[in-house]
């Protein structure tokens, strides 16, 4: 299989598990400490225009129009939208779900407010063009917040590797049982994926600067904010950033 392949099957055989988490999120701190974090970076107090790229089983869909926002949700497999669109009516939300590839987007120039996105950049085979085509639909004075780390670097690079292990030791003798791992399918897909060789964020402020941006926040380390103790120890090596561009 090509890599556009193995992108979109390992999605769609993913997507009731992350439908599971995402459900989890939804019934605990997560859900207003993600509400919080974007809406303090968002910085309009209007109701916005939101394109969340890569929605998954829609976790940033909800809660955004949960806090009174119009949202459209694009995700390259039906069955992410499909557990998304489930999900959304359990929470009693409206929102525009529709297959859409996040590096073509079919929308018109300067239609959304605000561009967010969580754990898809790593998995885009082309994420420059990407981020011009985010630029494209983003409206005057918009932003994009970007949120992601550098979740397969370790399979690259071996201090990386020395450092995650040392904490997967430290985990199972914490908790009592191993961190979740990969199948030998979900390594492969990484393996092939342009984006996990790549050191993040640097390469991610590089890109937006030659697309032309000129005003980008970057906060390195938002563990504290949206995980629970597990994963702040299991994702101490690859800390989750944030990015906030504004056009």
């Known amino acids: 299989m090509n890599p556009e392949q193995k992108l979109l099957k390992n999605w769609t055989d993913s997507s009731n598990n992350y439908s599971n988490l995402i459900k989890t999120e939804l019934n605990c701190f997560k ?11 968002a910085g309009k107090n209007k109701t916005m225009t939101v394109l969340d790229i890569g929605t998954g089983p829609g976790f940033f869909a909800i809660i955004m129009s949960q806090a009174g926002h119009q949202v459209t949700a694009i995700d390259c497999t039906e069955a992410m939208l499909n557990e998304a669109r489930a999900n959304a009516k359990n929470a009693g939300i409206t929102a525009d779900f529709r297959v859409s590839d996040g590096q073509n987007l079919e929308f018109d120039n300067e239609s959304f407010d605000l561009i967010i996105s969580r754990n898809v950049a790593w998995t885009l085979i082309d994420a420059r063009q990407a981020y011009s085509e985010w630029q494209r639909v983003l409206k005057p004075d918009g932003k994009i917040i970007i949120f992601d780390a550098n979740w397969n670097i ?29 199948t030998a399918e979900m390594l492969d897909y990484r393996k092939n994926m342009p984006m996990c060789r790549r050191i993040r964020p640097q390469w991610d402020i590089n890109t937006l600067i030659e697309l032309g941006y000129t005003k980008i926040y970057c906060e390195t380390d938002i563990g504290d904010r949206v995980y629970d103790e597990k994963e702040r120890l299991i994702n101490r090596s690859t800390p989750m950033f944030m990015l906030v561009v504004e056009k």
């Open 154 to 182: 370790r399979l690259f690079n071996e201090e990386y590797m020395k450092k995650y292990q040392e904490d997967e030791q430290e985990y199972t003798r914490l908790f009592g049982e191993a961190p979740p791992g990969y």
């Open 31 to 41: 859900k207003q400490a993600w509400t919080d974090i974007i809406l303090e970076n």
